[in-house]
T-cell receptor
Framework: GQQLNQSPQSMFIQEGEDVSMNCTSS?????WLWYKQDPGEGPVLLIA?????ELTSNGRLTAQFGITRKDSFLNISASIPSDVGIYFC??????????FGKGTLLTVNP | EAGVAQSPRYKIIEKRQSVAFWCNPI?????LYWYQQILGQGPKLLIQ????????DSQLPKDRFSAERLKGVDSTLKIQPAKLEDSAVYLC??????????????FGPGTRLTVT
């Protein structure tokens, strides 16, 4: 089945630093999604990308849909302690089924 | 607007026992999903319902897992008998009818299952 390669697996940063994570695939997709999951909770959608080359922001978060339609990245600027969590990329295939990456665990040191 | 509700939040059972999880989607959401999330991995779709019909259950281990969505609202997911490898968080999500431009799945808090 489809596989998404998400990196890095984990990051440990200082408060105020910028963060970048990305997701790649060998397949082409029409949609890239970025979710955040807090401990003990379900994933929450942060940004949705529907067009190759699209750059979308949500507050301090910025995500881009790669031109090749095989990758996407998520940037977080000026990180704060509440940014801690697991960030997942996801793509949408047939039947609107979502496939998730393995996640990037972000730890922010105050 | 109330979110997706799931119960129980935690469950510990012994292998070969049975267990059931319940999900109440957001009001008006026609599509309901059950995901399995093993520790250290992203959620994996088990089954997708459109109203009370199954759209995709290709990754559901049908020899031990079953799910139903009677009346197109609440849903239950059952495992019988459970195996050690079923230990995971089971997430329920719902969405409006797929195809809308602002398609989005809303997730519940999940049920953490531990099989000993």
């Amino acid at each position: 089945g489809q596989q998404l390669n998400q990196s890095p697996q984990s990051m440990f940063i200082q408060e105020g630093e910028d963060v970048s994570m990305n997701c790649t695939s060998s397949s082409i997709f029409n949609t890239w999604l970025w979710y955040k999951q807090d401990p003990g909770e379900g994933p929450v959608l942060l940004i949705a990308l529907y067009k190759a080359g699209e750059l979308t922001s949500n507050g301090r978060l910025t995500a881009q849909f790669g031109i090749t339609r095989k990758d996407s990245f998520l940037n977080i600027s000026a990180s704060i302690p509440s940014d801690v969590g697991i960030y997942f990329c996801a793509t949408r295939g047939s039947n609107y089924k979502l496939t998730f990456g393995k996640g990037t665990l972000l730890t922010v040191n105050p | 607007e109330a979110g997706v509700a799931q119960s129980p939040r935690y469950k510990i059972i012994e292998k070969r026992q049975s267990v059931a999880f319940w999900c109440n989607p957001i009001s008006g959401h026609a599509t309901l999903y059950w995901y399995q999330q093993i520790l250290g991995q992203g959620p994996k779709l088990l089954i997708q319902f459109q109203n009370n019909g199954v759209v995709d259950d290709s990754q559901l281990p049908k020899d031990r897992f079953s799910a139903e969505r009677l009346k197109g609202v609440d849903s239950t997911l059952k495992i019988q008998p459970a195996k050690l490898e079923d230990s995971a968080v089971y997430l329920c999500a719902s969405s409006q009818v797929p195809g809308l431009a602002l398609y989005e799945q809303y997730f519940g808090p999940g049920t953490r299952l531990t099989v000993t």
